[in-house]
């Protein structure tokens, strides 16, 4: 059995140096797309009007809807981990019109010309759209704080605050990736993320408890995985928050789910550039 320089076997050595450059790969994609918010950072102000009118207006409009019965926490608390998974996704979700502006431009081609796999290409800017995510989870977590929010400080809640919303948006964000390597024209991608964003918002636990839908849309709720980011949230934000599935299922369903649109992903993106 051959043995490399570090003392591992060859076989070994050569799988950890292939695994370090995929990651490397995945890592400098992301990079690439972060550095756009330096050249706009004007999006993450428009972006930070969104949760504000919706935790304002709406929250404290439907606080006072005595039908809405939120258990023991008041509806202001329920709701606000449904508005941080919701601006989430909306970042997420229209995350694929920017490849489409890149097919266009013809810096898709210079991706798909890389030696680095279709999977590292997708899942970097998958997770450039979670580092953008965390920037609307900070506006939310500062105005519940305001509005007098219980919101868990504890460093293990935050850890796995900052999984869940990476993880979430990167699912979110290769979905719309998906759909943008199937349009293929901004003008159609337009109308199928306004079609496909509202029912996953309102089809999920994020702004009502699931104990008070119709069993049909409990049925279409527990399929959806915005509910498993929003279950996830609400027992990691809040002091005394709780989770209906386990925060262990909530984050299984995501990775389950995110890895299938990976692998889907990863072979309609070569095909983008046709």
Not at 33 to 50: G, M, S, W
Not at 59 to 66: D, L, P, Q
Not at 133 to 148: E, N, T
């Amino acid at each position: 059995m051959s043995v490399s320089p570090a003392g591992l076997p060859a076989r070994t050595a050569d799988q950890s140096s292939r695994a370090f450059r995929y990651f490397e790969q995945v890592f400098g994609v992301c990079a690439a797309e972060v550095q756009k918010l330096y050249h706009d950072p004007f999006e993450l102000f428009t972006r930070a009007i969104q949760p504000v009118i919706w935790l304002l207006l709406f929250g404290e409009a439907m606080a006072r809807v005595r039908g809405l019965v939120t258990g023991s926490m008041s509806y202001i608390n329920f709701i606000s981990a449904g508005i941080l998974t919701q601006s989430v996704l909306f970042v997420a979700i229209f995350y694929g019109i920017a490849a489409i502006w890149e097919r266009d431009l013809g810096v898709l081609h210079r991706y798909l010309v890389s030696p680095a796999p279709r999977s590292a290409l997708v899942i970097g800017k998958a997770l450039s759209a979670g580092i953008r995510g965390l920037s609307q989870a900070l506006v939310v977590y500062i105005l519940a704080g305001l509005l007098a929010v219980p919101i868990s400080l504890q460093p293990v809640h935050l850890a796995l605050m900052v999984l869940f919303i990476i993880v979430g948006a990167a699912l979110f964000a290769t979905f719309s990736l998906i759909v943008a390597c199937l349009v293929k024209t901004r003008e159609r991608f337009m109308g199928i993320g306004q079609i496909v964003t509202m029912p996953l918002f309102f089809a999920s636990n994020a702004i009502y408890p699931l104990a008070i839908m119709p069993a049909w849309l409990r049925v279409v709720a527990r399929l959806n995985p915005l509910t498993y980011e929003v279950d996830a949230v609400r027992a990691l934000m809040l002091r005394g928050g709780t989770s209906d599935f386990g925060v262990g299922s909530d984050f299984t369903v995501l990775a389950v789910v995110f890895a299938v649109l990976v692998g889907v992903a990863a072979r309609l993106y070569g095909r983008m550039g046709n």
